[in-house]
């Protein structure tokens, strides 16, 4: 079975603080994606990674991929209030399904 | 843009009664998704469909069943709602890009 353990999975930080959250798994992904979610919404996608070693910024937010596609990371940059929300890491296998980490919680108090 | 609609955001329901959550993309998309959310248990598939008539069992297809008649449309039917079936529920399309998946609202689903 295929897993994808996110850490940490609660976070609560200040705002303009840095923050890095971790998608550790011991299977290759062919590609791996981040998403959002606000309470009581569905999850929104942020950024598709495919290639190890790659590195996507979006404004405040970048995202990496581990050289082996095993793993990756989200890295926000001076967080602000509009950031809060569960970030969820998912890896897409070869067999077609998306596998989803348990999510982390980030808070961020003004 | 990409819009995914579900038919309800909350549903009340009881115990044994039929239960229909409707799903419905726009942009012709031939994946369709059905996922439940738990507080610690995160997003699990409960069934997927990759075309019209034809359907896939997820991690947790028991209790449930599906309909895809039509590409937009698919639908999530719970035979006789049981107290552990409250949840979220979120329906997700996709393309041609493999892993991109597109949400719905979700539905949240109580049953007493």
């Known amino acids: 079975t295929q897993l994808l353990e996110q850490s940490p999975q609660f976070l609560s930080i200040q705002e303009g603080e840095n923050l890095t959250v971790y998608c550790n798994s011991s299977?290759?992904?062919?590609?791996l994606q981040w998403y959002r979610q606000e309470p009581g919404e569905g999850p929104v996608l942020l950024v598709t990674?495919?290639?190890?070693?790659e590195v996507k910024k979006l404004k405040r937010l970048t995202f990496q991929f581990g050289d082996a596609r095993k793993d990756s990371s989200l890295h926000i940059t001076a967080a602000q209030t509009g950031d809060t929300g569960l970030y969820l890491c998912?890896?897409?296998?070869?067999?077609?399904?998306?596998?989803f980490g348990q999510g982390t919680e980030l808070s961020v108090k003004p | 843009d990409v819009k995914v609609t579900q038919s309800s955001r909350y549903l009340v329901k009881r115990t044994g009664e039929k239960v229909f959550l409707e799903c419905v993309q726009d942009?012709?998309?031939?994946?369709m998704f059905w996922y439940r959310q738990d507080p610690g248990l995160g997003l699990r598939l409960i069934y997927f469909s990759y075309d019209v008539k034809m359907k896939e069992k997820g991690d947790i297809p028991e209790g449930y069943s599906v309909s895809r008649e039509k590409k937009e449309r698919f639908s999530l039917i719970l035979e006789s709602a049981s107290t552990n079936q409250t949840s979220m529920y979120l329906c997700?399309?996709?393309?041609?890009?493999?892993?991109?998946?597109?949400f719905g609202p979700g539905t949240r689903l109580t049953v007493t």
């Open positions: 997700a399309s996709m393309g041609s890009r493999p892993g991109e998946q597109y």
């Open positions: 998912a890896g897409h296998n070869q067999g077609g399904k998306l596998i």
């Open positions: 942009m012709d998309h031939e994946n």
């Open positions: 990674v495919v290639t190890g070693g």
């Open positions: 299977s290759v992904f062919s590609s």
